[in-house]
């Protein structure tokens, strides 16, 4: 089965203090995996694609690297204006459904 | 600007009532999707719709009700068989390239509809 996995659930980080969220998935095969971030009340906002292994994607403070089986979301030096739940999902092979984890809440203090 | 509303950004209903959510897309894209998020739980899929007068169920479509009349709308009806329709619910739409490669998902803002 399908499967995507987020760690840590929720992460509280001091301002400056660089960090890494996890997103394991278990498809057949990969089309694409996708972060998102959303605040509360509100829709998630797009952040990253990433198609195959060995490809990494930048904007501001935030890296996406993608292997086989996990995805990393690097944020280096957060702010508080970063703290959001970011959310990772996946489409596999065959399907045109995407498979979403239940997402981790950052919250950075200043 | 190019983008997705969501209407309205509250609801209440009243038990045996259906009532219809709006989601509308000026971005030119053929595929829409309705997702329902709960606290604790990922976004799971309602319906999808690929191209106009044409939809699929998603993962826990019992209880609702779609059309896909025009390419720009997508409107979500939640109908009084929905036990539990109180929740966060999400339109997105993304293009429909039909290659390999994953299109790339964009949300509305959301509406939510809580059970009086």
């Known amino acids: 089965e399908d499967q995507v996995t987020q760690s840590p659930e929720a992460l509280r980080l001091q301002e400056g203090e660089s960090s890494s969220l996890n997103c394991s998935y278990t498809?057949?095969?990969?089309?694409?995996l996708f972060w998102y971030r959303q605040d509360p009340g509100k829709g998630p906002e797009f952040l990253f694609t990433?198609?195959?292994a060995g490809e990494e994607k930048e904007k501001e403070r935030l890296k996406a690297t993608l292997t086989k089986k996990e995805s990393f979301l690097h944020i280096t030096a957060p702010k508080p204006e970063d703290s959001a739940t970011y959310l990772c999902a996946v489409q596999a092979s065959g399907t045109y459904k995407y498979i979403f984890g239940t997402g981790t809440r950052l919250k950075v203090l200043a | 600007d190019g983008g997705i509303t969501q209407s309205p950004k509250y609801l209440f209903r009243k038990e045996g009532q259906n009532v219809t959510l709006s989601c509308e897309q000026n971005?030119?894209?053929?595929?829409m999707y309705w997702y329902r998020q709960d606290p604790g739980q990922g976004l799971r899929l309602i319906y999808y719709s690929q191209i106009v007068n044409d939809f699929q169920k998603g993962d826990i479509a019992e209880g609702y009700s779609v059309s896909r009349e025009k390419k720009e709308s997508f409107p979500l009806t939640v109908t009084s068989a929905q036990k539990n329709p109180t929740a966060f619910y999400l339109c997105?739409?993304?293009?429909?390239?039909?290659?390999?490669?994953?299109?790339?998902?964009?949300f509305g803002p959301g509406t939510r509809l809580t059970v009086l």
């Open positions: 498809v057949s095969g990969l089309r694409g």
């Open positions: 997105a739409s993304s293009i429909f390239s039909g290659r390999h490669l994953a299109d790339t998902q964009y």
């Open positions: 971005l030119n894209h053929d595929a």
């Open positions: 990433l198609y195959s």
